[in-house]
């Protein structure tokens, strides 16, 4: 009896606490480490609170940013609810809904290991990768994989090309490439209209982001938007890293870009859009496919390229019979877009080697040739891209159409041809495709001063280039893209095309990081 006491008394004391010189009851050790649960439990909800908070802040430039709740989960998925950016009055009147925001982690242990340091504990404890721990700034675990995923974006009035101008030129709820393009409405649609107008089932608007790594050095990152019932827009990218599970505290600046590609699959979406386009304009489909082709030859114009008849047959096979289409690097071996991307023009594409390759045609080499930049008007004047065309001669105005006085002289078809089926604004900065990749010495100007397109223009001068049409890079890594209204003191405004017509925003100074002329 008295042994079976001893060893009771002897199991307790493990649980006992040396606390400055005492020892504390053995009772003391779970009320501390519930006590230690709760602590790290509030402590990472505040983060991931933070967090959100910090991605909601990169567009408090539309007005009120706001969310219900964060939390996570015992599986290690990490979520935010109602997120909500809603534009002010003085701005553009809508709002940017997403009900949930969820990132599935490695699991629990992860979500517990991310608290550790802050309570002085070495990496070394719990993984084998010593070398973290010496690294003081090292704020998140390792991981092999990580997994966003923004649920049921409801994008309302808010043009793409000024929350996500690298992909503004891809339909947001589609996944199709110049989805509207050549369309009465030549806008994108909300994912509310594809029952009623194109017979398909309502996209989720989900846009998903997964991280991989490969080895120890190489980081597979993939974004995918759009809807299996219409069709997909799937974005990858290999970046070289020092470390590469260590991603989430590196810096993307030091990140070398290896490869990308762009594939569009097609699940039925190009077919129904042009037989809506078709019967709303009165044409045969053949017809429409046409004035699609010339639109985005329109639009495309503007960045300044032409490409040869067998890249527009490659194309016009997607867009008629819904063929998947693939654009992909192929900068050579030991060379990153970041060692190539201070090219222009021919230079640069020689360098990226791109190659476009649709089903059941053999890849061609994606070189365009470099023309002058002809900017598509910002004042209002045409409601679309179809308009414009008809305006400027491009197109035959059938007998129901507005007549414009000041068309230009017809300009034969092929001559405007300048397609870039992967090349959204912006690259340059992402490392993703070359869409601005245009020689400052033949780019137009549409306010008559003699500032190239790609120029950078000064802060203090931005008061001078009135009327012209920019790109404008923010600290914290977003692009807006508008012609210049107005330079005060302290903002600059931009007039930014909206889907119903136009809007101004004021960008502070103190946020921006630089202004490109386009």
């Known amino acids: ?149 923004f649920e049921r974006v409801d994008w309302g009035n808010i043009p793409m090309d000024q929350v996500l101008p690298e992909v503004s030129w891809v339909g947001p709820y589609s996944g199709a490439a110049f989805e509207a393009a050549g369309c009465q409405e030549d806008w994108w649609w909300h994912r509310s209209e594809f029952p009623e107008k194109f017979r398909l089932s309502e996209p989720a608007g989900d846009i998903r982001m997964l991280l991989t790594t490969e080895g120890e050095q190489i980081l597979n990152q993939r974004i995918e938007f759009g809807a299996p019932e219409s069709a997909h827009v799937i974005i990858e990218r290999r970046f070289e890293l020092e470390q590469a ?39 045969s489909e053949a017809e429409f496919i046409d004035r699609h082709l010339a639109a985005v030859a329109r639009i495309m114009e503007s960045k300044g390229l032409l490409f040869d008849e067998r890249i527009w047959a490659a194309y016009r096979r997607y867009a008629e019979v819904g063929a998947d289409l693939t654009w992909q690097t192929h900068y050579g071996e030991g060379v990153a877009w970041e060692d190539v991307n201070d090219r222009r023009g021919a230079a640069l594409f020689n360098a990226i080697g791109a190659k476009l390759s649709v089903t059941g045609l053999p890849p061609l080499a994606y070189q365009p040739q470099v023309t002058a930049v002809r900017p598509l008007p910002e004042d209002g004047s045409v409601d679309s891209i179809y308009q414009l065309l008809l305006r400027e001669g491009t197109l035959a105005a059938p007998a129901e159409a507005p007549a414009f006085a000041d068309t230009a002289p017809a300009v034969p078809p092929a001559a405007t041809r300048t397609l870039i089926p992967a090349a959204p604004a912006g690259a340059a900065s992402s490392g993703s495709t070359p869409a601005a990749a245009v020689p400052s010495s033949t780019a137009a100007n549409p306010v008559g001063d003699k500032l190239a397109a790609g120029s950078v223009v000064a802060t203090r001068d931005l008061g001078q280039h009135i ?48 202004v490109t002329t386009i």
């Open 1 to 149: 009896m008295a042994n079976k006491s001893a060893r009771r008394k002897f199991d307790l004391s493990l649980l006992e606490i040396p606390f400055f010189g005492r020892t504390l009851p053995w009772y003391w050790t779970p009320i501390l480490i519930t006590v230690l649960v709760i602590v790290m439990h509030l402590r990472f909800k505040l983060e991931i609170k933070d967090y959100t908070h910090e991605f909601l802040e990169s567009f408090d430039w539309l007005g009120e940013v706001q969310f219900r709740n964060s939390d996570y989960s015992l599986g290690g998925t990490i979520e935010s609810t109602d997120l909500e950016i809603v534009a002010s009055e003085d701005s553009i009147s809508d709002a940017i809904r997403i009900p949930r925001v969820r990132v599935e982690t490695p699991g629990l242990f992860w979500i517990i290991r991310k608290q550790i340091p802050s309570f002085g504990l070495s990496w070394s404890m719990f993984s084998k990768k010593a070398r973290l721990k010496e690294d003081s700034d090292n704020q998140f675990p390792p991981t092999d994989s990580l997994e966003l995923v």
């Open 245 to 283: 599970d260590d991603f989430l505290d590196s810096d993307p600046e030091d990140w070398r870009t290896l490869e990308v590609r762009w594939s569009f699959r097609d699940h039925g979406f190009n077919k129904a859009r042009n037989a809506y386009c078709a019967k709303q304009a009165g044409i």
């Open 467 to 514: 009327g012209r049409y920019v790109r404008v890079q923010l600290s914290g890594g977003r692009s807006y893209v508008g012609a210049i209204e107005r330079n005060a003191d302290q903002s600059l405004t931009l007039k930014v095309r909206l889907r119903g017509g136009s809007a101004s925003i004021a960008l502070p100074h103190k946020q921006i990081r630089s």
